[in-house]
């Protein structure tokens, strides 16, 4: 399957730049002020991308191609059923769970740059589920390897 090899290959790049991103994040110490630096801000900024990205290329292309590379109609299906089906196959910790990071992503993006305070807690939220975004993007590749996906 040519197109689910292509978004992993995606979602690796974005996965990379995500953790690159995250780890010069961790060694700071984030406050409103962090947010007066232009390049502190350039790296919150790409670490909100790749946060976005990464959970949007999943939600959006891995998991519709996962489901329908193991034979499963999903063309017609709800979102909330293609997620039910993902914790079914423990591909995903919960649907809720799910749900729950999209809405921080959601926050993220959505946040007006006055609220300095609501950002710097959401950006530390995602700082730590971005750990849970990316186990599950390995769980996705170590099923399909399993399953004899060759990328």
């Not at 007066?36 to 670490?47: A, L, N, R, Y």
């Not at 191609?65 to 063309?75: A, N, Q, S």
């Not at 196959?89 to 990071?101: D, F």
């Amino acid at each position: 399957m040519k197109d689910l090899s292509r978004v992993l290959d995606e979602l690796e790049k974005h996965k990379e730049r995500l953790l690159y991103t995250r780890r010069k994040l961790d060694k700071w110490k984030l406050s409103p002020q962090t947010l007066e630096d232009p390049e502190k801000v350039e790296t919150i900024d790409s670490f909100i991308f790749r946060f976005s990205k990464l959970q949007d290329s999943m939600g959006q292309k891995l998991f519709p191609l996962t489901l329908e590379f193991l034979g499963e109609e999903v063309r017609s299906k709800p979102f909330i059923d293609i997620l039910n089906r993902l914790e079914q196959l423990e591909l995903i910790e919960s649907a809720e769970k799910w749900k729950e990071l999209r809405e921080l992503r959601n926050l993220l993006t959505h946040t007006y740059p006055w609220e300095k305070e609501e950002l710097i807690e959401n950006l530390k939220l995602a700082l730590k589920r971005s750990e849970e975004l990316v186990s599950t993007f390995e769980r996705f590749k170590e099923f399909l390897e399993r399953r004899g996906l060759r990328t």
